[in-house]
């Protein structure tokens, strides 16, 4: 008994050490690129998923990848396969001739704090977290009012639903989340009480952003057997465990929204739309800002509708030309301001009670 644990103690050492050599063969890498190199230089750490997420990831290495083609600026990424290794990547990154460093995701926010307070003369940016006033000089932050985007595809799901039940399947409760969740209530009650009927919106989360076998299963639940009671139509903000959303609806007939890119391409007959949120064009745009010397740390950077980082796709097929224009007149009330999406429980019950109570049909 004693050998057999041994040997396992020792396996599992070697798939701890195999971890460690990978990671700093990667960091040794971009050690090399740079080191003769005198272009400007950007990279990403993820949160914990891929930059192949088909999600929130994908787009923020998308979005260096077209700022790399644009500059010639040096851009590489590091993927960390768990949270806690948040802090050790960001570190050694900074050892590394990087001029910018970003972590992707707000989990990651205790990480990139330490790494910056260890490193002051390195800056630091942060994708869907914002320090507030509390913001070092190093770190910028970047939010993205995706209650905006909700809110368009929660009015698509109220115009588009027979059964009158739509769904919303959230990864982990938080800050970012609520964004969608209350968002995507607030359009789906306008569109309601627009066309004088009563939608019911049924709300689980995964607990997790990676699990889709989860979201599957909780979608698989929503969509149950196609009654009056059941949701024809689920909007998931789960990150990998929103995969499992499109594929249920995929395989019971009935429609997904996506969320962060257009994931149209995974069940083109199946996913109504997406809320997008393009991570890649605030990265773009703030590594822009950088490289052309202006003096971004100690800010938060919020981006939406008005900047064109938060919306849905250009191309919506499982959507009548009717709906879609009457969203693009939303929309444009919601950049002028005169339609202002809650992004909490507080700002939606707010929403509901002084602009649904109050709209005319």
């Known amino acids: 008994m004693k050998k057999i644990i041994s040997k396992l103690g020792i396996i599992l050492l070697l798939v701890a050490g195999l971890g460690t050599l990978l990671f700093f063969v990667k960091v040794f890498k971009i050690a090399s690129e740079l080191e003769n190199a005198d272009e400007f230089s950007v990279s990403m750490v993820t949160d914990g998923g891929g930059i192949n997420d088909q999600s929130f990831q994908q787009s923020a290495w998308e979005g260096l990848q077209r700022f790399s083609k644009s500059t010639g ?31 992707v995701g707000f989990k990651m926010a205790d990480a990139l704090k330490l790494a910056a307070k260890a490193n002051p003369e390195i800056n630091f940016c942060i994708a869907d977290f914002s320090y507030g006033d509390e913001t070092p000089e190093n770190i910028t932050g970047i939010t993205f009012r995706a209650e905006e985007s909700s809110f368009l595809v929660g009015y698509i799901a109220a115009c588009t639903t027979k059964t009158n039940c739509v769904g919303f399947i959230g990864g ?28 019911m919106v049924k709300v689980q989360y995964a607990e997790s952003f990676t699990d889709s076998a989860k979201g599957k299963a909780i979608a698989t639940n929503m969509y149950g057997t196609g009654s009056e009671k059941d949701c024809d139509i689920v909007f998931h903000a789960a990150g990998g465990a929103g995969m499992g959303v499109i594929e249920s609806a995929k395989e019971t007939g009935n429609f997904a929204i996506g969320a962060d890119m257009d994931q149209s391409y995974l069940a083109p007959k199946n996913v109504l739309t997406s809320s997008i949120k393009n991570v890649g064009m605030a990265l773009e745009i703030i590594s822009q800002k950088a490289l052309d010397g202006e003096n971004i740390g100690g ?38 301001g005169e339609i202002v999406p809650p992004g909490t429980k507080e700002n939606y019950d707010e929403f509901v009670n002084k602009t649904i109570n109050n709209l005319n049909i």
Do not use: W
């Not at 768990?82 to 050694?92: E, G, P, R, T, V």
């Not at 064109?308 to 709906?323: A, K, L, M, R, T």
């Open 299 to 336: 800010k938060t950077y919020s981006f939406g509708i008005q900047e064109g980082c938060v919306g849905i796709p250009e191309n919506n097929p499982n959507i009548s030309q009717d709906v879609l224009e009457k969203v693009r007149k939303i929309q444009e009330k919601i950049s002028s």
């Open 73 to 103: 600026t040096h851009v590489s990424y590091i993927e960390c396969a768990q949270i806690s290794d948040a802090f050790s990547n960001l570190d050694k990154l900074s050892d590394v001739n990087t001029n910018l460093i970003y972590a």
């Open 172 to 199: 982990i409760r938080g800050m970012v989340i609520d964004q969608f969740e209350y968002g995507y209530r607030a359009g789906v009650a306008y569109g309601a009480k627009k066309l004088n009927k009563d939608i």
